[in-house]
C-alpha cells in the first residue's frame, strides 16, 4: 500500500532560518504529492502540489520537488517567519483512486520563535 | 478559491447520545467528500468517503452502523455519531474533492464526549 513518511518533529527554528522537512513516500502507480498546512484549531489548507516528476510546486516562500529517483518532497524554506509556525502534513494522492483520496504523513509541528 | 464548512465547530456531548456534523461546499459542487479523524498530535485518519447519492465506502476498522455518513446533495454530507462514547473524542475534518487529485478541506469539528 501507500505510504509517507515524514520528518519527526518537533522542528523549532528563529526566524529568518532556513527550513526544511523531509517526506518521503512509498506508492505503486505514479502519484501527485502536496504539503498541506494546519494552524491551531483549524483544518487544513493546501500549500502546494506537484503532479509529476520533476515538478517543483510553491507558495507563499514554500517550495518542494517531486523526485521520483529519491521519491522524495521535501519541503524547504529559505527564510521563516513567526507565522509560518504550523503543523506540516505531507501526503500522496493516486490518480486511479476516487477523486482526492490522499495518504498523510504524520505532520512536522513548526515552531518559530522571534 | 473552493470553501468548505463545518458545522457546528465545536460540540460537547453526552455519553449514549449521537452527533451530527456537516459538511458544506459552499461555491463548488463536490460529487465526493472525505471523513477523516485526527487524534491529538497525530495525523488524519480516513474514515469513509462519501459519493453523493449513494453509500458511504468505509475504511478497514471503521463501524459504519457507528459512523453514519449521508451524502444526500452535492454540496453536503453529514457525519453522524451514534451512541457516542468518550473514545469517540477527536477532531473530525471532512474534505470535498474538486479535481483528480485534490480536495478542500473544511476547519474542522471537536466533538467532547463526557
Known amino acids: 500500500g501507500n505510504s509517507v513518511t515524514q520528518m519527526e518533529g518537533p522542528v523549532t527554528l528563529s526566524e529568518e532560518a532556513f527550513l526544511t522537512i523531509n517526506c518521503t513516500y512509498t506508492?505503486?502507480?505514479?502519484?501527485?504529492l502536496f504539503w498541506y498546512v494546519q494552524y491551531p484549531g483549524e483544518g487544513l489548507q493546501l500549500l502546494l502540489k506537484a503532479t509529476k516528476a520533476d515538478d517543483k510546486g510553491s507558495n507563499k516562500g514554500f517550495e518542494a520537488t517531486y523526485r521520483k529517483e529519491t521519491t522524495s518532497f521535501h519541503l524547504e524554506k529559505g527564510s521563516v517567519q513567526v507565522s509560518d509556525s504550523a503543523v506540516y502534513f505531507c501526503a500522496l494522492s493516486e490518480g486511479n483512486t476516487n477523486a482526492g483520496k490522499s495518504t498523510f504523513g504524520d505532520g512536522t509541528t513548526l515552531t518559530v520563535k522571534p | 478559491g473552493a470553501v468548505v464548512s463545518q458545522h457546528p465547530s465545536r460540540v460537547i456531548c453526552k455519553s449514549g447520545t449521537s452527533v451530527k456534523i456537516e459538511c458544506r461546499s459552499l461555491?463548488?459542487?463536490?460529487?465526493?467528500m472525505f471523513w477523516y479523524r485526527q487524534f491529538p498530535k497525530k495525523s488524519l485518519m480516513l474514515m469513509a468517503t462519501s459519493n453523493e447519492g449513494s453509500k458511504a465506502t468505509y475504511e478497514q476498522g471503521v463501524e459504519k452502523d457507528k459512523f453514519l455518513i449521508n451524502h444526500a446533495s452535492l454540496t453536503l454530507s453529514t457525519l453522524t455519531v451514534t451512541s457516542a462514547h468518550p473514545e469517540d473524542s477527536s477532531f473530525y475534518i471532512c474534505?470535498?474533492?474538486?479535481?483528480?487529485?485534490?480536495?478542500?478541506f473544511g476547519p474542522g469539528t471537536r466533538l467532547t464526549v463526557t
Open positions: 474534505s470535498a474533492g474538486v479535481l483528480m487529485y485534490e480536495q478542500y
Open positions: 461555491d463548488f459542487q463536490a460529487t465526493t
Open positions: 506508492a505503486t502507480g505514479y502519484p501527485s
